[in-house]
Every structure is written in C-alpha cells, then in structure tokens.
C-alpha cells in the first residue's frame, strides 16, 4: 500500500523548535522528489521546502528560509523537516508529498503545527 505518515506536530511556543517527519511505504522511495506543505486555516495549500531524490538540491519558500531544513533518509524511507524559530504565522496543517514523473502523487494526511503562547 503506497502510504505516506507525517508524524512531530504539536503545540509550540513562538521562538520554539519543532521536527516534522514523514514515514513513507509501498514505493521507491529514493525515487522521488519530496516536499513538505503547509495550509493554513482559510488559505491555499503552499509549498514549504522540496528535495530531490538523492537529497542533493533543497528549495525553501521565502517565508521559511534560514529557518526550516527539509532532509531525508532514504535508507530508512523517511522524509524530515526541522522546524526552528517558529512564529505565530508558521501554524497550519503540514503535509508531506511524494512525486515523481510518470507517476500519481502521493499525499500524507498531515500533522498540525500550531504556534502560540
């Protein structure tokens, strides 16, 4: 069964860290370009960071640069985003997605993050 399962989510105060991770199953992992997503109540989903297959390019959105690492561990099929300096506009449901050309995307079923004191 192709399954990705985003996991680390939680409550955190502003300034706080977070790492999100994203199990995947049933496909080649080590094929595909991942991405972390975020949707923020009342707004569209955004693309937060992406990586390629064997982890050797990264892009971040404006908005999380210098603050957010995406990473992967293809050995272990797992996908992470290490979140620091976390604010109040960082809360949102965050999604992990699979893709790769020729192929159906794969979505996580998303992991709140919610920022606040």
């Known amino acids: 069964q192709v399954q990705l399962v985003e996991s680390g989510g939680g409550l955190v105060q502003p300034g706080g860290s977070l790492r999100l991770s994203c199990a995947a199953s049933g496909f080649t992992f080590n094929t595909y370009v991942m991405g972390w997503y975020r949707q923020a109540p009342g707004k569209e989903r955004e693309l937060v960071a992406a990586?390629?297959?064997?982890?050797?390019?990264?892009n971040y959105a404006d908005s999380v640069k210098g603050r957010f690492t995406i990473s992967r561990e293809n050995a272990k099929n797992t996908l992470y985003l290490q979140m620091n300096s976390l604010k109040p506009e960082d809360t949102a449901v965050y999604y992990c997605?699979?893709?790769?050309?020729?192929?159906?995307?794969?979505w996580g079923q998303g992991t709140l993050v919610t920022v606040s004191s």
């Open positions: 997605k699979a893709v790769r050309i020729g192929y159906r995307e794969v």
């Open positions: 990586i390629t297959s064997g982890g050797g390019n990264t």
